[in-house]
């Protein structure tokens, strides 16, 4: 059974730091894209970040470069989201995904999809 779970949310204080981890199981970790999404209360999902299946090629959203960093561990299964210099508008569901045929921070280039852990900052 394919499955992604996110991990590592929490309630943290403007200018503090998070590490989310995302763990695959039940199929080719390292054949797939990690992207990391998030949703906050009343938007659309967007992308945060993504990383290539080698890890040899990452992106970034705008609105979080220079603050998060998005790595890949192929022998743990897991890819994980550095989070630093927290923002109260970084506050959202965040949610990983796997794209086995394509690289981006849209949606639909995505095929699988865990449930999502909570991301909260604020004084």
């Known amino acids: 059974q394919l499955q992604l779970v996110e991990s590592g949310g929490g309630l943290v204080q403007p200018g503090g730091s998070l590490r989310l981890s995302c763990v695959g199981s039940?199929?080719?970790?390292?054949?797939?894209?990690i992207g990391w999404f998030r949703q906050a209360p009343g938007k659309e999902r967007e992308g945060v970040s993504c990383?290539?299946?080698?890890?040899?090629?990452?992106n970034y959203a705008d609105s979080v470069k220079g603050r998060f960093t998005i790595s890949r561990d192929n022998a743990k299964n897991t890819v994980y989201l550095q989070m630093n210099s927290l923002k109260p508008e970084d506050t959202a569901v965040y949610y990983c995904?796997?794209?086995?045929?394509?690289?981006?921070?849209?949606?639909?280039?995505?095929?699988?999809w865990g449930q999502g852990t909570q991301v909260s900052v604020s004084s």
């Open positions: 995904a796997a794209a086995g045929h394509r690289y981006g921070l849209a949606e639909y280039d995505y095929d699988y």
């Open positions: 039940g199929f080719t970790f390292g054949y797939y894209a």
């Open positions: 990383i290539s299946s080698g890890g040899g090629r990452t």
